[in-house]
């Protein structure tokens, strides 16, 4: 996968229509995944790669957890299309 196709998906993260509607509140059960991924995306741009790594582990127990509450929203499929991507 090339870096262009990477950027195209990490675009593809933060669209209204790909977050859950309250994915941004400090409350909400998808906070966490969300600011891991995001963070990923940070340091993956700073090209901080073994930081990366370490984010994008925390954002993949994050989708372990929440898949244990019976939740599912499509974030994650793009978040697990996103870790293939970075890894």
């Known amino acids: 996968m090339d870096l262009e196709e990477i950027m195209n998906k990490i675009r593809m993260l933060n669209k ?11 409350n909400s059960i998808y906070y966490r995944l969300i600011s891991y ?3 990923s995306i940070c ?22 957890i929440l898949k244990t509450k019976d939740v599912e929203h499509k974030k994650y499929f793009v978040s697990s299309d ?3 991507s970075c890894e």
């Open 82 to 84: 996103y870790f293939v």
């Open 16 to 26: 209204r229509e790909t977050l859950p509607l309250t994915g941004l509140q400090l």
């Open 43 to 64: 340091l993956f741009i700073s090209e901080s790669y073994d930081d990366v790594a370490l984010f994008l582990k925390r954002a993949d127990e994050e989708i372990r």
């Open 37 to 39: 991924i995001n963070n």
